[in-house]
């Protein structure tokens, strides 16, 4: 028992010592795939963003949470076509932590037979692969429902 305590608080100091932030001041970061067009899929996507903010709200610590859609799952944040656009603007309006990416080369082939206009909330990256990737490198968790 004496070993685990001393291991424990080594560890406090080697944190103190680095500049490790303390639990309650680290930002959680996530990031959630949507890349199919199944109003269930999106669904679990924004599920899946509420229950992670509202555990995190719960411990008292921060997190950010961005949606990112591509291929046919930008579907989801297509202003004609999304099934789940009311409930994008209900959570973006309770939710400031949360943002939702729409791929470029997906929105672009889409605008191909004449313009797509996106959901107000979304914002356009080039590429949804690619900004996972980036996200993931800058440390993301990666949920994919």
């Known amino acids: 028992m004496r070993k685990f ?3 424990a608080a080594l560890a406090a100091a080697l944190a103190m010592m680095t500049g490790a932030p303390a639990l309650a001041e680290m930002i959680h970061k996530v ?3 949507v890349d199919d067009n199944d109003k269930k899929r999106m669904n679990m996507a924004l599920n899946n963003a509420a229950n992670v903010d509202k555990y995190y709200k719960s411990k008292g610590q921060k ?3 961005e949606i990112v859609a591509y291929g046919p ?3 989801m944040l297509r202003e004609d076509t999304s099934p789940v656009k009311q409930r994008i603007a209900a959570m973006g309006l309770a939710m400031n932590n949360l943002s939702f990416a729409a791929c470029g080369n997906t929105h672009k082939k ?3 037979k004449g313009p797509v ?3 107000s ?5 080039p590429s ?3 900004r996972l990737i980036e996200l993931q490198e800058k440390g993301w968790a990666y949920v994919r429902p």
């Open 5 to 7: 305590a001393f291991v």
């Open 128 to 130: 949804g692969v690619i």
């Open 63 to 65: 997190v950010e949470i």
């Open 121 to 125: 909330e979304a914002k356009m990256v």
């Open 117 to 119: 206009k996106l959901v």
């Open 73 to 75: 799952g930008l579907h």
């Open 110 to 112: 889409m605008s191909a």
């Open 31 to 33: 990031a959630i795939h």
